[in-house]
């Protein structure tokens, strides 16, 4: 019996019992008026290696390092607008190179020092200078020139090249602000919660690794985002992050009150926290969907009629509706639907084995042995490398290769660790990568496929694409970038660079006593607006 | 005596040196590195530049040729320092050391439910005269050992924790917290314990001291509790050294359903990140206790039995 087969046996089992004893419990709509006080206990997945959220990408990183810092600005879920929250207003120069932020009145970090405008020089010059240690810092920063204090409440930042990803990544918990004292530690220490001074509404207090992670209101919070649900301090005393990888033990907890709230809740376990008193919270993740991203100078994937009939030849609605769970969206393009100025490109990702067909004939691909076809004694196979990051990467690509081989394509699978991936990534040597990359910005496309970045899909110099990624790094109005970001979009899709499939979704589950857990606009937690009743 | 410990001490030493070098060659020979690992972390979608990846890599200190990286690493190491973990930033010996209590106190209590249970199934196996009952104790050993461990603590917390609410499903918190684990682990350990043992307690039961005993009108108790469990217990305490691999391969999966911390999970995280210095810290402790186990065990062996004494000195 496999190990998966017996978690979904005892998921089974607890499903039986919740569904025999729930006695329809009251959902969170009718808890009353929020109650300040109280712990969250929150189940969480892995172990943050490191709580700095300038320093480490990881969801578990983030969802911690999100609740202890502040940004210059924050980013309207709902619509991808940048608002204010340390910055109350700013100013973008004509070429997107230099924007300047006038910061609010009244903020101090949790060592009572004040966030000024040298303070947020001093963060920013921190970050630049970690490094590829910075696992999303140093992307938003890579050609960061400088900050400059203009007066105590006004700082200037300046880039190199045009930037306009760079008002979103202002808001992001990777470039929020910490205090001048923290740089007196380690970046190593930091990551540990040793120096980790904030602004933030909640402040570190302990980080047992592989046990637990303790965050404390901050006293006297004042200077909330213009989007939080209130004002003033946060309701919650506590969050007590609880480590529990076990995704049957996440899930049991949660049912029999152990925990308030659990994320990355299994396809599996999902029915059993729907209608019986419990709550799902879902959003998709913005950024680029799971893909399959091409080499288009190896083997097969040189042609790009190939490549086409791999986008045609996937039956997205099949990977949503039998892989996972209606929570999770069929890829409509290449970004998800929650980042801004994302296009419903539906049409071109249509099922259409007919047309795939039709392409691979009129490619010179004949029927071959096995059901393969063949050209000139070549088979029609590419490999694809993918690590376990998403617990159903393996089912989702087994099921991809069942679809391809329909129209006669063999796709093979290859599992290798997020060490080897990267590996692999670096040296160019793949035909497919199996990935996802979360954020709020057009310009993720930018760095991923434009020649000038990290190229995945190597791409010659005179490709359809670069033009349209340059246009939209270069300006922040958005009737110029939507366009342009639709253009890059299109033709990542038509010519077959990469095949989107599903978007992450972040499942959250918690019980009638917790309220309020949200999402920021990067789908990572957002607790300020949390609470607890009758704890 | 003196000169049969030092030869132990010595030999001691070799191990852990092979233990910390095969680990290093092992995990330079494996694809991807600790750099790559801790810069593609998951969300952060693997979107690293080579020049950030060479940077890093300077940093710590893993652009050096490979021999003079070993020969540093080695000679940190005999101080006690294997350097700084790359994923977490902690100290590695720190974070082993620190891992260690919670995963004795489990291993520990685990060892002695694994006594009791294996140690009392043998006894009452071989003491009872109803020979059906004893056969039918018997067949627990084998059926433990074939138990998956990691569903039979899944089942212990659906049970205990989820329905009965006895004690909680999480965290190291209290003797509380200690109770499923500890029996979860208990299971494996006590099946290989108990085997060994009812073995040798029914060849030392066909031995004529323990058959004129009998013949004699001692009971059966008495010929067990008086005679044969020291004459068994030798080879049961010779398999110390696999009951304690048995017990740190166990806490990997009890500590990752239990959710608990400890060198296990300490373990399979290093592993998976490719990070050295954690990896060694926790091959070279692991190497030490082996050795320092087995070598108790042949310090106390001799005491129950007079007859390995006498080759030692004749020995040595």
């Known amino acids: 019996m496999s190990r998966t087969a017996v978690t979904s046996l005892i998921a089974l089992t607890a499903l039986v019992v919740t569904a025999c004893s729930s006695a329809g419990g009251s959902t969170g709509a009718d808890a009353g008026p929020p109650k300040p006080g109280g712990t969250l206990r929150l189940g969480i997945s892995s172990s943050p290696d490191c709580v700095d959220p300038q320093q480490v990408g990881t969801n578990a990183s983030l969802n911690v390092g999100r609740q202890l810092v502040d940004s210059l600005t924050d980013q309207d879920p709902a619509t991808g607008e940048i608002k204010p929250w340390l910055a109350e207003q700013w100013e973008i120069n004509a070429d997107s190179t230099a924007f300047t932020f006038r910061l609010r009145d009244g903020a101090t970090f949790s060592d009572g020092s004040p966030v000024d405008a040298v303070a947020v020089k001093t963060s920013f010059d921190a970050i630049k200078a970690l490094g590829p240690k910075s696992q999303l810092g140093s992307g938003y920063l890579a050609v960061y020139k400088g900050t400059t204090v203009v007066d105590p409440k006004t700082v200037k930042i300046e880039f190199s090249v045009p930037s306009a990803q760079f008002l979103q990544a202002s808001s992001t918990m990777s470039l929020g602000v910490l205090a001048p004292a923290a740089y007196r530690k380690t970046a190593d220490q930091r990551c540990q919660g040793d120096g980790l001074i904030g602004s933030g509404p909640f402040a570190f207090e302990s980080l047992k690794q592989n046990q637990e992670i303790v965050l404390a209101k901050r006293k006297g919070y004042d200077w909330g985002s213009s989007l939080f649900g209130h004002q003033g301090e946060a309701y919650l005393d506590k969050i007590a992050y609880k480590i529990v990888p076990e995704p049957g033990v996440r899930t049991g907890s949660l049912a029999s009150a152990q925990l308030d709230a659990i994320t990355d809740v299994q396809p599996v376990d999902e029915p059993q926290f729907t209608g019986n008193g419990f709550t799902e919270p879902i959003r998709p993740n913005p950024g680029v969907v799971f893909n399959l991203h091409a080499n288009v100078t190896k083997g097969v994937l040189t042609d790009e009629k190939v490549r086409q009939a791999v986008v045609k030849g996937i039956n997205r609605p099949e990977v949503t509706n039998t892989v996972l769970t209606p929570n999770y969206k069929p890829a409509t393009s290449i970004l998800g639907s929650a980042t801004p100025f994302h296009t419903d490109l539906s049409p071109l990702l249509a099922y259409d084995p007919a047309g795939a067909t039709a392409l691979l004939e009129s490619a010179g691909w004949l029927p071959g042995p096995e059901g393969i076809r063949t050209k000139n004694g070549q088979r029609l196979t590419a490999k694809v490398v993918f690590s376990l990051v998403f617990n159903q990467n393996k089912s989702v690509l087994e099921l991809v290769q069942q679809q391809l081989r329909k129209i006669g394509f063999d796709l093979r699978i290859e599992q290798r660790t997020t060490a080897e991936s990267v590996q692999i990534t670096q040296s160019g040597n793949y035909e497919y990568l199996w990935y996802n990359t979360t954020r709020a910005d057009p310009d993720i496309l930018r760095n991923l496929f434009s020649t000038k970045a990290n190229n995945r899909s190597k791409l010659p110099a005179d490709n359809p694409l670069d033009a349209p990624l340059d246009a939209q790094s270069s300006t922040v109005d958005p009737a110029k970038r939507k366009p342009a970001a639709e253009e890059a979009q299109r033709a990542i899709i038509e010519h077959g660079y990469s095949a989107p499939v599903f978007e992450l979704t972040q499942v959250l589950a918690h019980g009638p006593n917790a309220h309020g857990i949200g999402f920021e606009a990067s789908s990572r937690l957002q607790l300020f607006d949390a609470w607890v009743s009758g704890s | ?316």
Request: aromatic share 6%.
């Open chain 2, 1 to 316: 005596m003196r000169r049969y410990l030092l030869g132990r001490v010595l030999q001691a030493a070799f191990v852990l040196w092979a233990a910390f070098t095969v680990s290093f060659v092992i995990l330079y020979l494996l694809p991807g590195d600790a750099v790559g690992a801790k810069l593609g972390g998951g969300e952060a979608g693997l979107s690293v530049t080579p020049e950030q990846l060479a940077a890093a890599k300077a940093e710590y200190g893993l652009d050096d040729p490979l021999p003079l990286q070993y020969g540093k690493r080695l000679v940190a190491a005999v101080q006690g320092d294997f350097g700084r973990s790359i994923a977490t930033g902690d100290d590695a010996t720190n974070m082993v050391v620190s891992a260690l209590p919670p995963t004795l106190a489990v291993t520990g209590f685990a060892l002695v439910l694994a006594i009791l249970f294996g140690g009392g199934i043998a006894i009452a196996g071989t003491v009872t005269r109803y020979r059906r009952l004893g056969d039918l104790l018997l067949a627990l050993p084998p059926l433990g050992i074939s138990l998956p461990p990691f569903w039979v603590g899944l089942l212990l917390i659906q049970f205990f924790s989820f329905q009965l609410k006895l004690v909680p499903a999480l965290g190291s918190n209290g003797f509380e917290s200690l109770i499923l684990p500890a029996i979860t682990l208990a299971v494996p350990t006590g099946a290989i314990i108990g085997q060994v043992l009812a073995k040798s307690l029914r060849t030392q039961l066909a031995e004529p001291y323990a058959e004129i005993a009998l013949a004699k009108g001692a009971s059966r108790s008495r010929v067990h509790f008086g005679h044969l469990l020291r004459n068994a217990a030798v080879p049961s305490l010779t398999i110390a050294g696999v009951v304690t691999g048995n017990l740190i391969a166990g806490s990997v999966i009890t500590e990752t359903v239990f959710s608990r911390d400890g060198l296990g999970r300490v373990t399979s995280s290093a592993v998976t990140a490719q990070d050295i210095p954690v990896v060694q810290a926790v091959i070279v402790l692991a190497a030490l206790v082996f050795v320092v186990i087995n070598l108790l065990v042949d310090l106390v062996c001799p005491l129950l039995d007079p007859r390995i004494r006498h080759r030692e000195t004749a020995d040595a």
